[in-house]
Structure formats: C-alpha cells, structure tokens
C-alpha cells in the first residue's frame, strides 16, 4: 500500500459505541463527518406534550422537557434517514409523527411515591419507536396524584435541538508520536511516573509508547523532563474517530448516514451549478 | 429534582444507570467502582451522580388540588 492510500479499520465495534481508524484522510474531511453526524443527523424525539391532566407538583414543562430527554429508537435505514435530513434542511420537514400516550395515577393504598419509568410510554401505531431504556424515571407521583399526556414524536436535528442528535461525544484523535532524544537525556524515572495513563515505559535506555493510542497528549512527560530529551508530537496522517451513541441509532448507521448526507449535498452543488 | 436523563455537559444518557447506582452504594460499595462499572468514564458525567441529591419525595408531599375539590378538601363549604 502506498503511502498516501485511504485506509480504513474499525478498531472497536460494541453496541453503542464505535472506533474508526483512518489513514490518509484529510482532516477537513474527517471533521466535516464528525460535524455531520453531531448536527445533521435525523433521530425521533418527543417534541410535543399535551396534558389533560396533572394534579402533581411537577410543571408539565418540567415533565415534557424530560420527555424530550429520553432516546427513542429511529427506524436505521441510511438512505432514508439522509432524504429526511436533507429535506429538513431544504424546509420540508417529513410529515412523519408518532404519538405516544401515558396515563399514571399514584392510588392511596401504595403508601409511597409512584415512579413513572420510559417503559410506561407507550408508543401507538409505530410499535419499534418506543424508549431505548425502559427504566428511566420520567417523573414521581405522590398519593392520589395524576398525570395523564400525550405526546408527539418528530424527527428533527441535532442543530434544532440537542435531543435531535444521535450521539453523545464524537470526537476523533491523532496518533500520538514521541520523540525522544537518547543523546541529550540524563537517568530521571519523572517522566514514566508522572503519565496519567501509565503508557510510557524505559525499553533499552529508550522511553517508548506501551501504547501509542493510550497517549491523551498532554504533554505532562514534556514538561516533566528537565534535559529536553522528550517531545510529544502526533501524526495527522493518522486518525481515530470515535462515536459513542446514544441508543436511537446503531453507531454504523449513524456514520453511513453522515456520509450520505454529504454525498448528497455535494451533489446539490453540482446541480446548482449546472455543469 | 429527579436525576437528570442526560449529563449536562456531554448529553451521554445516564437516567437508565441510576437505579443500580442507588442499589449499590445503599449496600456499601464505593461509588467510583460503580461508575467504571456502568461504564461512566469522563467527569462530566460522573459529577451528575456524585453531586445529585434526592429531594423529589419531599417536594410530592403538595398536591395540586382541583378547582371542584378546593371546597371538601377545606371543610365542605361549596
């Protein structure tokens, strides 16, 4: 392989969270993906809460707010999912809605606060976009107290609204590169020890990387070294992104689709301008 | 209130962790191996755990009452 091929290798694939090694992409390009898949990547999220009843303490914006809070799993088809948010983006929004519908009442008998947790959202009609954790407390009621709402799932935005995005953090990182200088170092054990993740070691006289993808580039070791001897640098030609997500949506679709989306809107360019 | 659903910071959700974080630190173990045990690694989702105290059930001791019940509940009156 030459030098200056693009490759890539998924170093890390576990539900929810995704590693992705590549070689020879230029940063421009690497980042346009990662703002992609923060901002423009289409998910379902309660947007709309209707209360027909609420004699708790708890303000119904407090409640819809939490709502909005909660993943809901998104039908994960790329092709799809890059249409709506093109479309989004162009001013027609999908026409698509899920409702959802949930009624709780605390009876005296039960002595303590009732808990309303995710799984008691019930989606009607749409039976896959129901909550991705069943066990997340949406709101307390305490004896004889009622909630009862429905609420309207869309898809929207990661730039609309937080809630929107498929992901928590998606960043990515250079492969770290330490420089050491044999001649100019005097024996000092510093800069192994002052490592916050432990990834330097003296091999033959030589301080090396356990590691090199353990490095956070913090350059403690630099700083901790008197004689000079220790650089830390990175190679940009080398790149790990990662995409932790937040359940709405496979990490693999979410990456297909931010690339799509680009595909997509590169081909709008090119039709505007006509050539 | 409640626990949050999502960290401030970092928007990872945490509302499905926190009933077996409540369910081992009530049996004594210690809340950092809990957090690397749930998978909870940057401190900006760990403060959420750490910093959160429960005060919802003190606040559900007031209840809305409805209009039509306002009489009864005071003496029977309307």
């Known amino acids: ?275 | 209130m409640l626990f949050p659903i999502r960290c401030f910071t970092c928007g990872k959700v945490l509302g499905d962790k926190w009933d077996e974080y409540k369910k081992r630190v009530d049996a004594g173990e210690a809340p950092s191996k809990i957090l690397d045990d749930l998978g909870v690694k940057r401190y900006c989702c760990r403060r959420m755990f750490i910093s959160y105290v429960e005060i919802m059930d003190e606040v559900l001791k007031f209840t809305v009452y409805k209009a039509e019940n306002i009489g009864e509940k005071i003496g029977g009156e309307s």
């Open chain 1, 1 to 275: 392989m030459s030098q200056t091929e693009l490759s890539v290798k998924v170093i890390e694939d576990k539900p929810g969270l995704l590693t992705v090694e590549f070689s020879n992409l230029r940063r421009e390009v690497l980042n346009g993906i990662r703002r992609t898949i923060l901002a423009e990547v289409p998910t379902l999220a309660i947007d709309e809460v209707l209360f027909t009843e609420n004699s708790s303490p708890i303000y119904g914006e407090y409640i819809a707010h939490r709502l909005g809070m909660v993943p809901i799993k998104t039908p994960d088809d790329p092709e799809i999912l890059s249409q709506i948010s093109i479309d989004i983006q162009g001013g027609n929004p999908p026409n698509m809605r899920v409702e959802y519908q949930l009624r709780a009442e605390c009876p005296p008998q039960l002595g303590q606060p009732l808990t309303v947790s995710s799984d008691m959202l019930k989606p009607l009609g749409v039976e896959e976009a129901r909550p991705v954790y069943d066990n997340i407390q949406l709101f307390k009621l305490g004896q004889n107290q009622v909630v009862e709402l429905q609420a309207t799932a869309r898809y929207g935005l990661g730039k609309q609204h937080a809630k929107f995005s498929p992901v928590s953090p998606v960043v990515y990182i250079y492969k770290p590169v330490l420089i050491f200088d044999k001649t100019k170092d005097e024996p000092c054990d510093q800069h192994v020890s002052v490592c916050p993740t432990n990834c330097l070691e003296y091999k033959h006289g030589e301080l090396v990387f356990t590691n090199p993808w353990d490095c956070i580039l913090c350059r403690a070791c630099e700083k901790a070294c008197k004689s000079g001897a220790t650089k830390i640098m990175w190679d940009e030609s080398v790149a790990r992104l990662t995409i932790e997500a937040t359940g709405s949506l496979p990490p693999k679709v979410i990456l297909k689709t931010a690339i799509l989306i680009l595909l997509k809107k590169f081909k709008l360019v090119s039709e505007k301008v006509g050539a």
